[in-house]
């Protein structure tokens, strides 16, 4: 069964643009953060990039010289001035993790198995991940571990009956997690399950597959808002849930399958998109969503 064509895709972007990227060598951007200085850094299939606020100049850039041979998903994310930035090449199977200073920097680096799909660490410096299931592999695990010692990664939580897909600290004690069933497929069914960070108990189920108000199809990201939850999924649309799973409203909207992850700042969702712009070879561009009256 093929998806219906998107009703927008003729609608270009360029001037709507916060920062067009294939030109910095950013191609296929999967992640984005904020740092302690309001610097911005971009996790792509091209590398890693550091940006000023205005997302203008490149204020540091370590290159992937073959960005087809890296795998999807690559992750960065920003814990009390270091830099966790995390890529895989496609057919190592093999994670490079490392850690950064402001400045770009290493602090650490290691080598993990598997390939890592999504990364976030909460606000006591605890880091957690989960990996893209590989073949021959029965359960999905959450692994567990610190930025003090980051050689030590302990399994959370497993599950047999569902792939644990993107994730997100909501506070220091439970993690969002989107889950899919297995296998993996277009038919697969989503839903968004509230983990113990320290335990790894499943302590409650929302939200079902669906394209309607209030359900998700396949998460791309999660980001914690204010006391909320915003989720991102295929179909473009930031959903807003209160802590209980409760839907409370559409916050922003983009197009389908371009956008692979956001993050809010001072009410705006940044959003890190790949897709064909005009007539060019364009493989991704960034887009302001919507502002704060759209956001409350």
């Not at 951007?29 to 911005?40: R, V």
């Not at 950064?100 to 993990?112: N, P, S, V, Y």
């Not at 897709?275 to 561009?285: A, K, Q, S, T």
Request: glycine share 6%.
């Amino acid at each position: 069964m093929t998806e219906s064509a998107s009703k927008t895709s003729n609608h270009q972007r360029l001037k709507e643009m916060m920062c067009h990227l294939t030109p910095k060598g950013a191609v296929i951007p999967y992640n984005l953060c904020y740092d302690s200085t309001g610097q911005l850094w971009v996790s792509s299939k091209g590398g890693l990039f550091k940006l000023d606020e205005s997302a203008s100049n490149v204020l540091f850039e370590r290159k992937n010289m073959f960005p087809k041979k890296i795998a999807p998903y690559t992750q960065v994310v920003h814990y009390e001035g270091k830099i966790i930035y995390v890529m895989t090449e496609d057919k190592a199977n093999l994670t490079e993790f490392r850690v950064l200073d402001l400045d770009g920097k290493i602090e650490h680096e290691q080598f993990i198995d598997g390939k890592v799909q999504s990364l976030t660490v909460d606000q006591e410096g605890n880091i957690f991940m989960t990996k893209q299931p590989s073949l021959g592999t029965t359960d999905s695990i959450i692994y567990k571990s610190t930025i003090d010692c980051l050689l030590d990664w302990e399994e959370l939580c497993s599950s047999s009956d569902f792939a644990f897909q993107n994730i997100c600290a909501y506070d220091k004690d439970t993690l969002a997690v989107a889950a899919t069933s297995l296998p993996i497929n277009l038919y697969s069914k989503q839903s968004i399950k509230w983990v113990n960070s320290i335990s790894g108990e499943v302590l409650d189920t929302f939200s079902t597959a669906g394209k309607e108000e209030g359900q998700i199809f396949f998460p791309r990201c999660m980001q914690r808002y204010q006391d909320d939850l915003l989720v991102m999924d295929k179909t473009g649309r930031v959903q807003r849930f209160l802590r209980n799973g409760s839907y409370t409203q559409l916050s922003a909207r983009i197009d389908a399958y371009i956008g692979n992850g956001f993050v809010v700042r001072n009410d705006e969702a940044v959003i890190a998109c790949t897709g064909i712009v005009l007539d060019e070879v364009v493989y991704i561009w960034s887009h302001l969503c919507e502002q704060t009256n759209n956001m409350r």
